[in-house]
């Protein structure tokens, strides 16, 4: 049995605190920003897969995630998991239209194995999570993530990554100083700014190389991004048969 890291201690200590997690929630700037993504992956997974049977949805928060899959797939059961027993609340009321399609356990994205989480599950999706742990974190949760899927299992990770200069090939010089400064300047006039509660992040930000090569390294080796705005990328990976 693995055991909660001291990336998912420190990842998971602010949203412990109920105020904080509301705080957050309410103050999401990317709230509308993320909507497309979350209805393009359901989407490409409807293409592959009509019919899932079970969605796991890991450090779900409040669960906007899992509320966009469980209403494409109105057949499919969810299971939410997060470290938070604040969001915990939160998602009970955004995911209380779905009634007991929904399983709800308290887990941290380290640490997997002390929930008692299914195997062979169709689709795991997690979103904004992944940042907060390092190059190796990455590379861990990914193989726990991908050994949990079923053959032809999807794995979804809405996620904000770091310049290309600060972790991972390849390498563009100047894009820290430059594009960095372009971008956060620039979504700001689309109403996202990060400038809500603040919590615990792993700096330097994995790379997007960084996640294609942890995808590869667990098996998942059809991966894409088939969606990227400013610091955020849509991965999403197939396991093989």
Not at 44 to 68: K, Q, S, Y
Not at 149 to 164: C, Q
Not at 179 to 205: C, E, I, M, T
């Amino acid at each position: 049995m693995s055991a909660v890291t001291g990336q998912g201690q420190r990842a998971a200590a602010a949203w412990r605190d109920a105020g904080f997690a509301r705080s957050w929630a309410e103050q999401d700037s990317f709230r509308d920003l993320l909507e497309f993504p979350r209805r393009l992956a359901a989407a490409v997974v409807a293409g592959d897969n009509p019919e899932p049977a079970c969605i796991l949805d890991v450090a779900a928060g409040p669960g906007a995630v899992l509320a966009v899959f469980l209403e494409q797939f109105p057949s499919a059961r969810g299971i939410w998991t997060d470290a938070s027993a604040a969001m915990l609340g939160l998602a009970k009321d955004r995911l209380a239209p779905f009634g007991d399609r929904v399983e709800y356990r308290l887990a941290d994205m380290t640490d997997l194995d002390r929930a008692g989480l299914p195997a062979a599950v169709d689709v795991i999706t997690t979103s904004r999570a992944a940042h907060h742990l390092d190059r190796g974190g990455l590379f861990a949760f990914y193989a726990d993530v991908a050994a949990r899927l079923a053959p032809g299992g999807w794995l979804v990770n809405l996620d904000h990554i770091g310049p290309a200069s600060q972790a991972g090939p390849p390498a563009v010089a100047g894009y820290d100083d430059v594009w960095d400064q372009r971008l956060r300047a620039a979504r700001k006039n689309f109403g996202v700014a990060s400038d809500g509660p603040k919590h615990h992040h792993n700096y330097p930000l994995t790379s997007i190389s960084d996640h294609l090569d942890a995808l590869g390294a667990a098996g998942i080796t059809d991966a894409e991004v088939p969606w990227r705005a400013f610091f955020t990328c849509l991965f999403m990976g197939r396991k093989g048969q």
